[in-house]
């Protein structure tokens, strides 16, 4: 299967979803969602929505380390839990194959995690559960407005400007509040 977050109807957790702070496992932190989550199977191939730049690309045997960053000359779209298939400096257009979406070896569902940051960011450090400021997660403790002023924003939004841009709309079900 080859799709574009465009066109992924069901989101798991969204931007801040308040379901997401409840930690899944034992010693897990509870943390806040700087991104939506789209559950796919192993292997689902994601392809680009924009034109852009690769600016940072790293896979690792630990999912938490396996992630791309690409910029498209307003945003840094940020792709998590995947094998990349691209490489830094590397150009990408729309339908360009990103990556794939790797097994979680802790029996985490297997998703695809994508946030949008309104800086150019080469590398935001990993969610690493401890936590901390990463590309997918932050302190419990703050709020949406502490995460705008680091540049995220709720991709939702931007993909629905996006769209609206194109003369379309854009739609996702939202299966976590
Ligand atoms: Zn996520």
Redesign the pocket.
């Known amino acids: 299967m080859r799709i574009s977050v465009f066109d992924m109807g069901t989101c798991s957790?969204g931007y801040f979803s308040q379901d997401?702070r409840t930690p899944s496992k034992k010693g897990e932190k509870v943390a806040n969602?700087?991104?939506?989550?789209f559950t796919y199977a192993v292997g689902t191939v994601i392809i680009s929505h924009v034109d852009g730049t690769c600016l940072f690309a790293n896979n690792e045997a630990t999912n938490w380390n396996s992630y791309c960053f690409i910029w498209n000359e307003s945003y840094t779209h940020i792709f998590?839990?995947i094998e990349p298939k691209v490489s830094k400096d590397g150009a990408v257009k729309v339908g360009d194959v990103i990556g794939v979406i790797k097994s979680f070896p802790d029996g985490t569902t297997s998703?695809l995690?994508?946030?949008v940051n309104r800086n150019k960011i080469a590398d935001f450090g990993h969610?690493d559960k401890s936590g901390k400021w990463g590309w997918?997660?932050c302190p419990v403790d703050k709020t949406t407005s502490d995460a705008d002023k680091y540049g995220w924003s709720d991709p939702r939004m931007v993909l629905a400007s996006m769209a609206l841009a194109k003369g379309k709309i854009y739609s996702v079900k939202l299966k976590h509040k």
């Open positions: 957790y997401y969602h700087l991104g939506m989550d998590g839990h998703h995690h994508y946030g969610a997918g997660r």
